[in-house]
């Protein structure tokens, strides 16, 4: 059964950092891609980040390079997305994900709050 589990979120001033971490299980996680997308409330889930299988190659949003890393460790079934300079925009539900095919596998969601 495929699981990813996302960690790591919660109330950050603007300005700070956050960690999120997706641990994965069900599936050989070395083989895939793996991305994160967030949603804000009222808005469309965008996409925020991607990492290859191997991890040797990255891809962000515009609006977040610079300021989020996103890194895995197969050796511990986990992706992480170092989030930095955040912003009161940067406030929704960050999730990881990876496809199969046609088929998309969703984790539950993070939430993240930036606010003074």
């Known amino acids: 059964q495929v699981q990813l589990v996302e960690s790591g979120g919660g109330l950050v001033h603007p300005g700070g950092s956050l960690r999120l971490s997706c641990a994965a299980s069900?599936?050989?996680?070395?083989?895939?891609?793996m991305s994160w997308s967030r949603q804000a409330p009222g808005k469309e889930r965008e996409y925020v980040a991607g990492?290859?299988?191997?991890?040797?190659?990255?891809n962000y949003a515009d609006s977040m390079k610079g300021r989020f890393t996103i890194s895995r460790d197969n050796a511990k079934n986990t992706v992480y997305l170092q989030m930095s300079s955040l912003k009161p925009e940067d406030t929704a539900v960050y999730y990881c994900?990876?496809?199969?095919?046609?088929?998309?596998?969703w984790g539950q969601g993070t939430q993240v709050t930036v606010s003074s």
């Open positions: 990492i290859t299988a191997a991890g040797g190659s990255t």
């Open positions: 069900g599936f050989t996680f070395r083989r895939y891609a």
């Open positions: 994900y990876f496809n199969i095919g046609s088929l998309t596998y």
